[in-house]
């Protein structure tokens, strides 16, 4: 356990280190929530979708994906520096060296949700616009934790098969799917049969089942015409499946693959 613990704070300081922390981690969530929030005020109808009820989970599930990249850096470094072989030969075992991966991550995931919600209230205040009560913000982020461990594993299962240098272009990609398919910005409620494809992915429903905590609008109108509130329906029930299993599959698969290099690098 002391090992463990050393394990996680030398990645801790490690992170600390890296400005990549505090400009995308912490930095770039804040500006997309303002650049929205400018946005909205200053067109002539507002949408639902830049309110901050809305804009606060999905922006939430968005910085997540900077943490899976901090974290496929770190993995994919520390392998190339061989500093992985060296400790390979102490007791810690796989969990311990993933878990001492993902503690610090979850951490800063943590931080990353108390800013969001916390300069979400902010823009709320100066921009105007209701916002959600206390008790929905603890809510919302213990329910988007899922989708941060899910995002922490899938760092460190790119950062355990791919080298530093593809790791990050990998987790760009992500990035980038993960912000369209999860209808962080995007009215996806409007779009169809994309929305239906979307719900079967894991970002879509997190970022839908936020929206319903937080009480946020929906962009299209319903059948008679009005702006209705997310409510837990039918695509909230069925999008808890697809946020499981992914999460489920991240864990495994990042274990088996660190545990595949521990075997590889011993021999």
């Known amino acids: 356990m002391r090992r463990t613990f050393a394990f ?11 400005p990549l922390i505090y400009v995308f981690c912490l930095g ?15 067109i002539p109808e507002n949408m639902a979708i830049f309110e901050a009820k809305s804009l606060v989970p999905g922006i939430m599930l968005f910085s997540f994906t900077f943490v899976m990249l901090m974290e496929s850096i770190l993995v994919s470094k520390d392998r190339s520096s061989a500093f992985l072989v060296r400790l390979y030969s102490s007791p810690m075992k796989t969990c311990d060296f993933v878990l001492g991966y993902a503690l610090p991550c979850f951490v800063v995931g943590v931080v990353q949700e108390i800013v969001c919600i916390f300069f979400g209230w902010l823009m709320a205040v100066i921009f105007g616009g209701a916002y959600f009560s206390f008790g929905a913000a603890m809510l919302l982020s213990i329910a988007m934790l899922p ?15 791919l080298s530093d240098k593809s790791a990050p272009g990998l987790c ?33 429903p997190a970022v839908y089942i936020g929206r319903v905590i937080t009480g946020a609008n929906h962009t ?45 690098d011993k021999r």
């Not at 770039?28 to 400018?38: R, T």
């Not at 760009?172 to 169809?192: E, H, K, Q, V």
Request: charged content about 10%; overall charge neutral.
């Open 8 to 18: 996680v704070k030398r990645n801790a300081l490690e992170m600390l280190r890296d």
């Open 220 to 264: 299209m109108p319903d059948a008679q015409g009005n702006i209705v509130a997310y409510s837990f329906d039918s695509v909230a029930a069925l999008g808890v499946i697809p946020v499981a299993v992914v999460l489920v599959a991240a864990i495994v698969l990042s274990l088996l693959a660190f545990r595949r290099n521990m075997t590889s």
């Open 172 to 204: 760009s990609a992500l990035i980038c799917g993960a912000g369209i398919l999860g209808g962080c910005w995007m009215p996806l409620d409007t779009m169809g049969g994309f929305e239906t494809f979307c719900r079967c992915l894991p970002f879509y």
């Open 147 to 161: 989708t941060l461990i899910t995002f922490i594993f899938v760092g460190i299962l790119f950062g355990s098969v």
């Open 28 to 42: 770039f969530p804040v500006v997309m929530l303002l650049l929205f929030q400018v946005i909205n005020h200053f």
